[in-house]
Structure formats: C-alpha cells, structure tokens
C-alpha cells in the first residue's frame, strides 16, 4: 500500500495492443497492480505494463503528474480531449 509511507505513484503503463502508445497518471492510495487491473477492466485487450514508476510525497503527485502531461502535450492521442491522459511514444 502506497499511503502507508505518505507517498503516492506517477506512473506509464504501456500497453502491447496500443504500440508506441504510453499512459501517464498517479495514485494516491492502493497499488499499481490494481489500478493495472482497474484500467485492464475498461475494455483494453490486454493487461498493462509499468513502465516506469515514481514514489512521490502525497502532496507533490498532481504536480508531478501535471508536468509530464505538460511535457508530452504535443504528443497527445486525442488533442480534443484534454482530460485524455495517452500519449504518442516513438521510443517505446
């Protein structure tokens, strides 16, 4: 469990049925292996891949999470929608 220390998970998850496609977010409380799970229950083929994950103070998660969307913005899937948070990855 992430609270117990007061920290929270930035995360990408790669997906092998969405090629060259991340997924950046964060959790708060829980696991990510079940938010891994949760996301795997929204219809995607297969399960996701934790690419890369990073323990931060619960307090700096959305800041964190913010600036890598930040950072990736132009490489947005879906520009329309902003709450999208999938991004083009040609390094994946």
Known sequence: MINQENKGLVYVLT???MPRL???GMITRGNIDARMKELYSTGVPVPFDCLYGCKVKVSDCSKFEKTLHKTFEPNRVNAVRLQ???YHCKFI
Do not use: M
Request: aromatic fraction near 0%; proline fraction near 0%; charged fraction near 10%.
């Open 15 to 17: 997906n092998s049925a």
């Open 84 to 86: 999208s948070q999938v």
């Open 22 to 24: 991340v997924k950046i």
